[in-house]
């Protein structure tokens, strides 16, 4: 099996994508104002932060926890994943 190692700015935009295709707007929106802003999202246990936390877990992601409910998911750093596993989301996702 073949890994890759893919960004986890790259996961967060295919979140965004995701997010905007189930039009969840204000999850949208969060996830790209910390894109743009910062190096990482805190995720609480929210309604807007559960459908970003859910979606970049369905685009790869592994958001990792925190102290209480929180989770965290740094955008500067790398997963490692199946590349056939990749190629099933990029389908999903993008046709």
């Not at 992601?61 to 740094?74: D, I, L, V």
């Amino acid at each position: 099996m073949e890994e890759l190692k893919i960004s986890n700015r790259q996961i967060a935009i295919m979140a965004f994508d995701k997010l905007t295709k189930e039009n969840k707007t204000d999850s949208a929106l969060r996830l790209a104002r910390n894109l743009l802003r910062n190096t990482s999202i805190s995720l609480g246990i929210g309604d807007i932060d559960w459908d970003i936390d859910m979606a970049i877990q369905q685009c790869g992601g592994e958001p990792s926890t925190g102290y209480g409910y929180t989770a965290r998911f740094h955008f500067n750093r790398n997963t490692e994943m199946e590349k056939s596993k990749y190629d099933r989301i990029m389908k999903e996702l993008y046709g």
